[in-house]
């Protein structure tokens, strides 16, 4: 290894909350090297970016090292004060963040955010501090940089704010950029192009990169080390390659399993034990729909226009038969959400007619559409489990509420019989229903959500990102559970995701939408593997891909 | 800027162009309820307890209360359109008249308090945000809490007792200016600012010593919300994500309070000034109560004690109209102080 950089020593950071100290990192570990990229990887919780922001001096002020070192240059960052502080933030170390949108002030133009940045370590003009800050937005490639130097963050898209955060970083050539996930919430397409760009600028400067995320791709494509965290703990610490190919930790070997690749199925994602139900129901084969069934849901000219602006979704059609799963994937703004939520009527189409079971319900008014006798057959699941729950109504009552007024249940023994009977089939513990929705981990509220959504024993599931917000070990196991529920009860799944790879593994068909249109559909495997257009193909390239065996060391 | 400016403009305008149904609904509305209220105003504007049947019919006719309520409401309406807001039965002159008389006392005295009170409030609030929990959050909280609980008439009063008759700091609460001294030419209405046009310091002087006790009570009792609010959006604004990245790239102290944090905090306390300052100028009644400031708002309540309906009527299209132009100013100001207004 080269030189090392910085160096963290057995730290330990605690959290005081209201009850008590909780230990957020438990004796980390770590060195970097100079100009090299490190990933820190690990699920929600698992104190990666709470180390992050120990190096950069950043925890809020509940948050406290309680013992250990950091050494960056052979100086504690830990027991400095003051202006040496300052010297080091910025200068020597510098910071990009999750939700680039957030990171910037949003009531202050961007050029001036950047000379902020520059002239507190450089003493310089302000006419000076202007012009490098022009200098930098073109070395983060963005378009028209002179217009772009008055523009305020809401007027810039989420990659375009990421650049600038970058710019701000790199403004006065810090030896360390810790990147905290810095291109989760963005577009596939837009987060190769800013990760290519991030990896450029530290090697054609010589920095050094801690790269955290929960993404196992792509910390595989871009760093030649990776140190797996959990519970506060680095658990294993290999390169790529070893880290796919020989997984010494439990964990690792959890979190590799559960990434999604190229060529994973379903029942890959999770180990051996928590397998054997799911099992038991693919094995079954599936029942062909015989010759002449009508399809389940048909569209037909789709289009929808929000205030005269131009359409969101224009001409879109399509058909599904009854327990089959299609995938509609494309990029933010390209109306993927907008079409789910027409099909499910929570809005009104502009044009078009959307006919389920051979019954034209796209001119029921949506705000009477809860009257409608096919609103149980049409449920769906939410994106963030946490927003889509009641905060008041425990587990049991988010469950009941629609079997309440939409099958017209009672209060009443039969109701705790069918609510209980939800839990049991999306695996909810009973133990969990009297629960409120923030007493519950993220995955079990994903369950609530998704036992809420089949109360009614609906026939058709709108899922728009129902896993986008999960860990990857709990998506894998609501997407085991997706595809269960869909064999054992013939549910027709529209699954609307950004992520490739799992409407790959969880679609039988799927339809990639662009700027409100179809740019092309098909069976999913060999639309994946052969796509047809240039845009699918660009799609499906910016995937960090896990490469196993011999592609890596191809690569290598 | 000249697109914001421009979008900022269209905004004001249409802002304003939708206010007018609310405001004739308030003129509606007050027509009607002075008619409700109790109180025959031909019996107290006669000539006295035994004044006749006759002498008071008079009256009423000459007052056209004998016609049914909706064609009195007609009258009214048509007059208002006219520009007339009637007379007052009380001073005997036009109510508009009495209104532009007493209005800049009022609002001098409004403004003032509000000055005060923000360059208190935003600082206090600040500080208490720096340092949630601590010595010095309790005590701007104690502070806060005690502004609101005295009621303004009773803080007037002590403040009074106190510099008045105690110390002999105050002149004597007794109106806008003693009597001895002689007023500048009128130009603005604010005393303040026309002694200062005329160059007479030794009346400005005079005129900012009556001004500043009535102006403390009534900012004492809206320090508060202010406080309260720049407190919590500053403690939003410094727990925000884009704080964190001032702090990452080591800005100094003050710029990431001041420019980062407080410019974002300032926000929400643009629209809660603009409220405090519409409610201040109808409830500072008390306060011209207590130190005999002749403002419109004692000019009102006088009316409605001897049911003198013109005035009440016209303090209230008043008092509307205000509240519609701060809404708007404060609009202007947010669309100014906040980029992303404009585009919505």
């Known amino acids: ?556 | 800027m000249t697109t914001g400016l421009g979008a900022t403009m269209v905004r004001a305008g249409r802002r304003l162009l939708s206010s007018l149904p609310a405001l004739f609904g308030v003129l509606v509305f007050t027509f009607l309820l002075m008619r409700v209220l109790p109180g025959d105003p031909a019996v107290f504007f006669a000539s006295g307890p035994n004044a006749g049947k006759e002498e008071i019919e008079l009256i009423r006719k000459q007052m056209g209360l004998d016609k049914s309520v909706p064609e009195q409401l007609v009258f009214y309406l048509s007059d208002i359109g006219h520009g007339n807001l009637g007379r007052s039965m009380m001073t005997g002159q036009p109510v508009l008249k009495d209104l532009r008389e007493r209005l800049p006392a009022s609002l001098e005295l409004t403004f003032t308090a509000l000055l005060i009170a923000l360059i208190a409030a935003v600082p206090l609030g600040v500080i208490a945000a720096l340092r949630p929990g601590s010595v010095v959050d309790h005590g701007v909280r104690l502070f806060c809490a005690l502004g609101v609980c005295v009621p303004t008439f009773v803080s007037g009063l002590l403040l009074i007792y106190v510099f008045y008759y105690l110390l002999g700091l105050a002149p004597d609460p007794t109106g806008r200016i003693d009597v001895f001294t002689s007023l500048p030419p009128q130009r603005t209405g604010f005393l303040s600012i026309d002694f200062l046009l005329a160059g007479d310091f030794e009346g400005w002087w005079a005129a900012c010593k009556q001004l500043i006790l009535p102006a403390v009570s009534m900012a004492l009792f809206v320090i508060a919300p202010l406080a309260r609010i720049t407190r919590a959006s500053m403690l939003v604004s410094l727990g925000s994500d884009f704080v964190r990245t001032a702090r990452s790239v080591g800005l100094s102290w003050r710029k990431v309070v001041v420019t980062y944090a407080l410019r974002n905090a300032i926000l929400p306390v643009i629209t809660i000034a603009g409220i405090v300052f519409s409610t201040m100028l109808g409830a500072n009644v008390l306060v011209e109560k207590v130190f005999s400031w002749p403002g419109v708002a004692s000019y009102a309540l006088d009316a409605l004690l001897s049911s003198d309906y013109a005035p009440v009527q016209g303090f209230v299209l008043l008092m509307a109209s205000l509240f519609v132009l701060v809404n708007l100013v404060v609009d202007i100001c947010y669309g100014i102080a906040d980029p992303r207004v404009s585009i919505e």
Do not use: W
């Not at chain 1, 090299?36 to 948050?63: Q, W």
């Not at chain 1, 200068?91 to 000379?115: E, H, K, T, V, Y």
């Not at chain 1, 662009?514 to 910016?542: M, W």
């Open chain 1, 1 to 556: 290894m080269s030189e090392e950089l910085l160096r963290i020593e057995d730290l330990q950071v605690s959290f005081s909350t209201r009850r008590g100290m909780v230990e957020a990192v438990r004796g980390v570990t770590l060195s970097v090297g100079k100009g090299e990229m490190l990933g820190l990887v690990g699920e929600s919780g698992s104190g990666k970016s709470v180390t992050g922001f120990a190096t950069t001096r950043l925890l809020d002020a509940a948050g406290r090292v309680t013992g250990g070192r950091i050494l960056f240059r052979g100086q504690d960052v830990t027991k400095l004060r003051g202006d040496d502080l300052r010297h080091l933030q910025g200068a020597a170390m510098s910071m990009i963040f999750q939700n680039p949108r957030a990171a910037l002030n949003p009531i202050r133009a961007i050029g001036l955010q950047i000379a902020d940045a520059i002239l507190t370590h450089k003493r310089i003009s302000k006419d000076a501090a202007r012009a490098e800050a022009l200098d930098l937005l073109r070395a983060v490639q963005i378009r028209d940089p002179e217009a772009r130097m008055n523009a305020y963050p809401h007027e810039l898209s989420g990659g375009m704010c990421q650049r600038v955060m970058i710019a701000i970083a790199i403004s006065c050539n810090p030896a360390l950029l810790i990147a905290d996930e810095p291109t989760t919430g963005l577009d596939v397409t837009t987060q190769k192009v800013v990760m290519d760009l991030l990896a450029d600028i530290a090697a054609a400067r010589g920095m050094a990169t801690i790269l955290i995320t929960h993404d196992l791709g792509l910390a595989a494509r871009y760093c030649r080390r990776i140190a797996v965290m959990e519970r506060g703990r680095i658990v294993e610490e290999a390169s790529p390659r070893t880290l796919f190919s020989t997984p010494q930790h439990a964990y690792t070997r959890r979190l590799v399993a559960a990434s999604p690749t190229a060529t994973s199925r379903i029942e890959d994602l999770v180990t051996e034990e928590e397998r054997e139900r799911y099992a038991t129901v693919v094995s079954k084969p599936r029942q062909e729909p015989a010759h002449g069934t009508p399809p389940l849901l048909e569209v037909r000219k789709l289009a929808k226009r929000f205030d005269q602006g131009s359409a969101a979704v224009a001409d879109f059609s399509m058909t599904m038969a009854g327990g089959e799963s299609v995938g509609l994937v494309g990029e933010s703004g390209s109306g993927k959400s907008t079409t789910s939520r027409m099909i499910c009527r929570l809005i009104d189409p502009s044009e078009g007619d959307i006919v389920f079971d051979g019954q034209s319900i796209g001119h029921v008014a949506s705000r009477d559409f809860h009257r409608s006798r096919f609103r149980k057959d049409i449920q769906m699941v939410f994106q963030d489990p946490n927003e889509s729950l009641n905060p008041r109504y425990t587990a049991f009552d988010c469950i009941a509420h629609p079997l309440m007024r939409l099958d017209g249940m009672c209060v009443g023994d039969a109701l705790r019989k069918r609510v209980e009977e939800c839990a049991e089939r999306v695996g909810l513990p009973l133990d969990l229903l009297p629960r409120f929705p923030h007493q519950l981990s993220g995955g079990q509220k994903a369950r609530v959500g998704i036992a809420r959504a089949i109360a009614c024993r609906p026939r058709l599931l709108v899922l728009d990102e129902p896993t986008a917000a999960l860990d990857v070990s709990v998506q894998a196991v609501v997407l085991q559970l997706l595809d269960r529920l869909r064999r054992e009860n013939d549910i027709a799944l529209l699954f609307v995701s950004h992520d490739l790879n799992v409407v790959r593994m969880l679609c039988d068909r799927t339809i990639v939408l662009r700027n409100g249109g179809i740019v092309e559909q098909g069976e999913s495997r060999a639309l994946f593997d052969n796509p047809k257009t240039d845009y699918t193909r660009k799609l499906v390239e910016a995937i960090p891909h896990i490469e196993t065996g011999a592609a890596l060391a191809a690569a290598l």
